[in-house]
């Protein structure tokens, strides 16, 4: 296991295109997490899973994004009806739960443009 | 909710030398961890160092140091004998006990002068 995966690395959408992005997390990890990062910000959380289970949405995730994490391994993060104040960086992380917070391993991210 | 600033989009070091990135945060959690990550050109973010909101003794990883000061809520990243490795932005960050989503600053871009 090489660590946190992410396909595609760069994605080129037309406005009203839907995308879908997929994480791999590190095998034993049971937390999954997703964020996006503009230019000049830091990354800003959108939602986590444990295990198969999505328990938290930031307000930033509207109705046009949705994710999965089936069989609690792999994380889909689809977007519809792209806009582009979607351009982004969006960066998957995994971490193992043990009750406190340990460290948070990331990929090297999905470059959404749309245009 | 949680906020993390850090009031220094830039800075600059001579190789070598010593820099302090600066960090204040503001939680309404009593238990929290806070950390530094960094993130080189074109690669993804690494853990630098953490800190748990509850141990009074500063975290050290080798050339990394931090000053937290609990009371003031600042959490500074001192890194000494700069190497230009060391080159990359810099993201300060809050996680609270119950450890959902990471919260983190916009970020230091520090360079490296050789």
């Known amino acids: 296991d090489t660590g946190v995966s992410q396909d595609p690395r760069h994605k080129i959408t037309k406005r009203g295109q839907n995308v879908t992005f997929r994480c791999d997390p590190i095998?034993?990890?049971?937390?999954l997490y997703w964020y996006r990062q503009t230019l000049g910000q830091g990354p800003e959380f959108l939602t986590y899973?444990?295990?198969?289970?999505?328990?938290?949405k930031s307000r930033l995730l509207s109705d046009r994004f949705s994710a999965e994490r089936p069989k609690g391994s792999f994380s889909t993060l689809e977007i519809q009806r792209t806009e582009q104040g979607d351009s982004a960086m969006y960066l998957c992380?995994?971490?193992?739960?043990?009750?406190?917070?340990?460290?948070?391993?990331f990929g090297q991210g999905t470059r959404l443009t749309v245009v | 909710a949680q906020t993390v600033t850090q009031s220094q989009p830039e800075m600059s070091v001579q190789e070598a030398e010593t820099v302090t990135l600066s960090c204040t945060y503001d939680?309404?959690?009593?238990?929290?961890?806070l950390f530094w990550y960094k993130q080189p050109p074109s690669r993804q973010m690494i853990l630098v160092i953490r800190?748990?909101?509850?141990?009074?003794q500063n975290a050290t990883e080798n050339r990394f140091s931090v000053n937290f000061q609990k009371a003031a809520k600042s959490f500074s990243l001192k890194i000494s004998d700069s190497q230009l490795g060391d080159a990359a932005m810099y993201f300060c960050?809050?996680?609270?006990?119950?450890?959902?989503?990471?919260?983190f600053g916009k970020g230091t871009h520090l360079i490296i002068q050789p």
């Open positions: 992380a995994s971490s193992l739960d043990s009750g406190i917070w340990t460290e948070a391993f």
């Open positions: 095998s034993e990890h049971n937390r």
């Open positions: 899973f444990q295990n198969e289970a999505q328990l938290e």
């Open positions: 939680t309404s959690e009593s238990d929290y961890y």
């Open positions: 800190q748990e909101a509850y141990k009074q």
């Open positions: 960050g809050l996680v609270g006990g119950g450890a959902d989503g990471l919260t």
